[in-house]
């Protein structure tokens, strides 16, 4: 009968545990058990896919089939081409937003690099140039393919993080007439996800340099202007905000030398419009431009491409077959000339420049496309030479054209016809001399507009995102205080159930080693942090999730990993001494830091395998619960930057160095940076520690988080976990963890004593009274003196943030440490005999459970066509998934591998 009601006493003990314990905030959801936003975890995404590598598109290839529909766009105001009639780099100035989207401030220009996405990223560019862009170009397939939907998402988050403007250049891969209105829905519908996201500007420069002959869209006028005025029609009416760009190349060569007999292959439609003397050939004589304007109706910016091949001379323009054979740096003039349509035109041209016909006429802005060709292989002039005198005559002629709104550099090695089919080089920040002097001749001109110039979204705000959670229409601050107040009333009937049943306490014989009940504790940890990042239905995801608990697993997580080892130190050093110990201890940090790099790539790697849903823990949608506000919500951030350049040769050293640095990963790992961190510290704090100066290095540790707590923005690291659980504010949790756990003894006795209980019973009742007596002003309408009415309405906001771990935070983590403690000491045995045989093993291998439940997430996520969110399969997955784990510790699967 004693033991039937010892099981009976435990299981309301455990259920009233899993009740008034360990809660994490839940979002503004109200359906039982479906997941939110919490402060331990995130929501899976489904809107960015990742793990294709990008690639840099050639022409696509045409075929012939029939024409969208006329109707399908606004007519053009003109369907005739018209006639003639700074800030330093990384300072941004006010932007205005007109008819053609966001535009630089006035008189300012925007500037950036059409990458090559395959082997760069914007963070390398940026950190090669020293300043920050204010636009970046990638070039895409299109109709969109899955490869180019993900090239566009990894594109727009990574513009979105510097708070740049995204040129987004569309490359047809099929024949002009045969793109539809729907293949232009898709582009729009992927430039609105975008711009509600990240309020991100896009420039759509489609089929671009359409006037020549070395892209298989080019010369054919009827098509292209069909195309793109079907294009322009349903982004105009969309939502995106994009703004579209029609960007031919500069004329000189026109019609680029294998032109001749092509008026045999065009319609008599397109021969009128491409013979423009109407002589009845395609000649120099011909309007290079005119036959290829879609209308004003269509275009909102218009564009140039200008780049100089390496020929020196106005008469062997681009597009003549003229070898290169040295290195040459440009004429004096050239770029003023080409601007004037004056260098290298066999005839006059007498319709008028492009930008008086197009951009002054029109009055568009424009966006001009450049860079200068350097091929290693030949000699000559140095790569400096040629480079720096052809932008800084590209400088010099965008000072004195106001028309000239943005400006990108081409910044990638490819093989060009001009260079014998060799690889040649259009990059202006690969050696840093170059770059160095890029830059310096940027700054030296007050006519460009560095980034950000829109709001930047970073991976660190996706963590922060994650983490940091707000009162946005739920209650929370209720679940703090009533289960405060049920802990505290567990709290005070365990001493009288102590009195009454002495034989129920833990058997503590006061020798040195393993505190079970501090392992059972951490063991119902994790199990919480598991359940939380296993986003389903179900009865424990509501506990976790809908129950806002005195306090989140993560804090708790911490305050007992430093408390164990307090514990648990000291017994190495005995056994191996000192050094030996510490030697220990920081290889076993080095482990943990190789099996954090191990699961990145991991997970990395799996990306690629096409039945693996790993958006759901590589990215993370907001709710509008965190720092970003309400505004922020249905922003999709990509949590593994530039994790695609690691598979370049070589990899780039801003990749490497982001990889290491632990700057990318899935969110429900991102915790174990910060335990990486720590761990390098142990030797060193419990050095201080046996010494006797525990009160020196509680102070330090107090200063470093006040100071944290008074300079937010400061990070001592990038790490994904900075932004989630702030280094330098975590660490007092740790830290006091160590040092209680290394004088528990001591501790434990002061606080049994007589006025350590009656201080201890003061305070937690006290705490408890605290915040029933604020939730009662706030609940029956008078002020809870000495308090402020809005003290309530205001607490959860001021008081009980995670990240920061405001005082509130700290206080829970001594409330319920010591709430918990007290109920396992004095129920130990009937919950020992009820749950110990469970929690007691997972909570001394609670690394390594840490690390598997990543992997448990994704295989979740991954199962398609399950109803997650019924109570019953979500109930049976996570009690199978809890008893999965248990047995892998039982058999020790990989513990030679994954720390504990």
Do not use: C
């Amino acid at each position: 009968m004693r033991g039937v009601l010892a099981k009976a006493v435990a299981l309301l003990v455990v259920s009233g545990t899993l009740l008034l314990g360990v809660g994490v905030p839940a979002t503004a959801a109200t359906a039982a058990g479906v997941p939110a936003t919490t402060t331990a975890a995130g929501v899976p995404a489904t809107t960015t896919a990742a793990g294709v590598p990008p690639t840099t598109t050639a022409a696509g290839a045409t075929a012939a089939t029939s024409s969208p529909d006329a109707t399908s766009s606004p007519a053009p105001t003109s369907s005739t081409a018209p006639t003639s009639g700074a800030t330093a780099p990384g300072t941004a100035t006010s932007a205005s937003r007109t008819g053609a989207g966001l535009l630089p401030a006035d008189g300012r220009a925007w500037y950036g690099p059409d990458l090559d996405w395959g082997a760069d990223a914007p963070d390398g560019y940026a950190g090669r140039l020293g300043a920050t862009p204010s636009m970046y170009g990638v070039e895409l397939d299109y109709p969109f393919d899955r490869t180019a939907r993900e090239q566009y998402d990894r594109a727009s988050g990574a513009a979105a993080a510097q708070g740049a403007v995204l040129v987004v250049t569309l490359t047809p891969t099929q024949s002009l007439a045969s793109l539809t209105r729907d293949d232009a829905r898709a582009a729009e519908k992927l430039f609105a996800q975008s711009h509600e996201q990240y309020d991100t500007q896009v420039l759509v420069r489609f089929a671009p340099q359409m006037n020549g002959t070395w892209v298989r869209w080019g010369q054919q006028p009827t098509a292209y202007v069909s195309a793109f005025r079907t294009l322009a029609g349903v982004v105009h009416r969309g939502d995106s905000d994009a703004a579209m760009v029609w960007s031919p190349s500069y004329g000189a060569g026109y019609p680029f030398g294998e032109s001749a007999g092509r008026l045999e292959d065009l319609s008599a439609v397109d021969v009128a419009k491409a013979d423009t003397n109407g002589d009845g050939k395609l000649d120099a004589a011909d309007d290079p431009y005119g036959p290829y304007w879609p209308g004003a109706g269509s275009v909102d910016w218009v564009g140039l491409s200008m780049f100089f091949f390496g020929k020196g001379k106005s008469t062997e323009a681009a597009g003549r077959d003229v070898p290169l054979t040295t290195n040459e740096a440009p004429t004096a003039g050239e770029v003023e000339a080409r601007f004037d349509e004056t260098w290298g035109y066999q005839q006059p041209q007498t319709e008028g420049t492009f930008t008086e016909r197009f951009a002054t006429g029109e009055d568009r802005p424009m966006l001009l496309d450049t860079g200068a060709l350097y091929d290693h292989s030949l000699k000559g002039a140095s790569q400096l030479e040629v480079k720096q005198t052809w932008w800084r005559q590209v400088f010099a002629a965008v000072q004195d054209r106001p028309d000239v709104r943005g400006v990108t550099f081409l910044e990638t090695n490819r093989r060009e016809p001009e260079a014998g089919n060799r690889v040649a080089d259009w990059r202006d920040t690969a050696v840093p001399g170059v770059a160095g002097s890029f830059r310096t001749d940027l700054q030296a001109t007050d006519r460009f507009e560095g980034g950000p110039v829109t709001d930047r979204v970073t991976p660190q705000d996706g963590a922060a995102a994650i983490s940091q959670e707000y009162e946005t229409g739920g209650d929370q601050m209720a679940w703090i205080v009533w289960l405060s107040a049920g802990l505290a009333a567990v709290f005070l009937l365990s001493g009288l159930v102590g009195r009454l049943l002495p034989s129920w306490r833990y058997p503590d014989d006061g020798k040195p080693g393993r505190d079970l009940r501090l392992d059972l504790f951490r063991g119902f940890i994790i199990l919480a942090v598991v359940i939380t990042h296993i986003e389903i239905g179900g009865p424990y995801s509501y506990i976790t999730l809908h129950a806002t608990g005195a306090i989140t697993g993560a804090e708790m997580f911490v305050f007992l990993s430093g408390m164990v080892l307090g514990m648990t130190y000291p017994f190495a050093i005995k056994k191996f001494g000192e050094w030996v110990a510490a030697v220990g201890a920081w290889k076993r940090a080095r482990k943990q830091y190789l099996v954090t790099l191990g699961v990145i790539l991991v997970v990395f790697a799996m990306s690629f395998v096409p039945f693996l849903n790993t958006d759901a823990i590589t990215t993370f949608t907001d709710r509008g619960t965190g720092t970003g506000g309400v505004g922020a919500e249905g922003r999709v951030y990509d949590l593994y930057p530039n994790a695609m350049q690691l598979l370049a040769y070589p990899p780039p050293w801003f990749a490497i160095k982001q990889f290491l640095l632990l700057e990318m990963g899935p969110w429900p790992f991102n915790i174990m940076g910060l335990f990486v961190v720590l761990s390098l510290f142990i030797p060193v704090f419990m050095w201080v520690i046996r010494r006797g100066f525990w009160w020196a290095l509680l102070l330090v540790s107090w200063g470093v988080y006040v100071f944290q707590a008074l300079n937010p923005e400061f990070r001592p690291l990038n790490s994904q976990f900075e932004a989630v659980f702030p280094l330098l504010t975590w660490q007092v949790v740790f830290t006091h963890g160590l040092v209680l756990g290394y004088y528990r003894r001591q501790v434990i006795g002061a606080l049994t004593g007589r006025l350590g209980k009656v201080l201890i019973g003061v305070g937690i009742t006290g705490y408890a009274l605290f915040l029933v007596y604020v939730w009662a002003g706030n609940q029956f309408g008078f002020t809870p003196a000495p308090f402020p009415a809005t003290m309530y309405d205001q607490l959860y906001n001021t008081a009980y943030q995670r990240v920061d771990l405001q005082w509130g935070r700290l206080v829970d983590i001594a409330f319920f440490a010591i709430v918990s403690y007290a109920i396992l000491t004095v129920f130990w045995k009937p919950i020992a005999a009820v749950i110990g045989w469970l929690w007691i093993p997972i909570g001394q291998a609670s690394l390594y459970v840490f690390v598997w439940q990543v992997f448990f997430a994704l295989a979740i996520a991954s199962i398609p066509g399950v109803d997650w969110f019924n109570g019953w399969i979500g109930f049976a997955a996570h009690t199978v998934l809890i008893l999965l784990v248990w047995y892998m510790i039982r058999k020790k699967f990989l513990f030679s591998i994954i720390p504990r």
